[in-house]
Nanobody, 126 residues
Framework: VQLQASGGGLVQAGGSLRLSCSAS????????MSWYRQAPGKQRELVAA??????????NSVKGRFTISRNNMDNGKNTVYLQMNKLEPDDTALYYC??????????????????WGQGTQVTVSS
């Protein structure tokens, strides 16, 4: 499985960005996908997760500002999106998408994810 993330960039506080991550490869369907982020000097943290049936989990730190959605096997790819609104400087981080093809339900632990994208940088200026 290959994961390709895009959509990061530089934005002012209060602005919006939409991240996209396309998963392609030999696995026909991927149950759990998620977005993680890692700021300099901090541990990687879960931002949002979603299943193929579109059950979702949003971290408390971004609840009400970020939403996660996905397309299942659109043109042969599973694609997950992270819509980020009302961005704050503390949202500055490298954002990674991850896939857990055989997870049962939502996958909320990093160890459940077998595949990771390369990361896309989000920088929010004050």
């Amino acid at each position: 499985v290959q994961l390709q993330a895009s959509g990061g960039g530089l934005v002012q506080a209060g602005g919006s960005l939409r991240l996209s991550c396309s998963a392609s490869g030999s696995i026909y369907s991927i149950n759990a996908m998620s977005w993680y982020r890692q700021a300099p000097g901090k541990q990687r943290e879960l931002v949002a997760a979603i299943t193929s049936s579109r059950s979702t989990h949003i971290a408390n730190s971004v609840k009400g500002r970020f939403t996660i959605s996905r397309n299942n096997m659109d043109n042969g790819k599973n694609t997950v999106y992270l819509q980020m609104n009302k961005l704050e400087p503390d949202d500055t981080a490298l954002y990674y998408c991850a896939a857990a093809p055989r997870a049962k339900g939502l996958a909320l632990r990093q160890t459940e994810y077998s595949y990771w994208g390369q990361g896309t940088q989000v920088t929010v200026s004050s």
